[in-house]
Nanobody, 116 residues
Framework: VQLVESGGGLVQPGGSLRLSCAVS????????MGWYRQAPGNSREFVAD???????NYADSVKGRFTISRDNVKNMMYLQMNSLKPEDTAVYSC???????????WGQGTQVTVSS
């Protein structure tokens, strides 16, 4: 199983980035997918998730600014991040969870830095 994030980088406050998570080794469409982030000195926190059926949830801190989506043909998940703030700076990781099971896989993460 492989989850590979991409799309991170340095962006100015107010800017946008689109993160991608490429998934292989699992039947992607059966898995719930999520984005988490970890800033230096902080524990990992939930950002957003999308169920196998397409239902979405967001952390309050990103509602209205971030949009999670998935493409079950391409085995990809995305996080469109708009109106970025310095406090969004973190390593963003994707995960895949099979519903009602202990099967949980993580990617290595991609750095997002919001700074002027």
């Amino acid at each position: 199983v492989q989850l590979v994030e991409s799309g991170g980088g340095l962006v100015q406050p107010g800017g946008s980035l689109r993160l991608s998570c490429a998934v292989s080794g699992i039947i992607f469409r059966f898995y719930d997918m999520g984005w988490y982030r970890q800033a230096p000195g902080n524990s990992r926190e939930f950002v957003a998730d999308i169920s196998s059926g397409g239902n979405t949830n967001y952390a309050d801190s990103v509602k209205g600014r971030f949009t999670i989506s998935r493409d079950n043909v391409k085995n990809m998940m995305y996080l469109q991040m708009n109106s970025l703030k310095p406090e969004d700076t973190a390593v963003y990781s994707c995960n895949a969870k099979f519903p009602r099971s202990d099967a949980l896989y993580w990617g290595q993460g991609t750095q997002v830095t919001v700074s002027s």
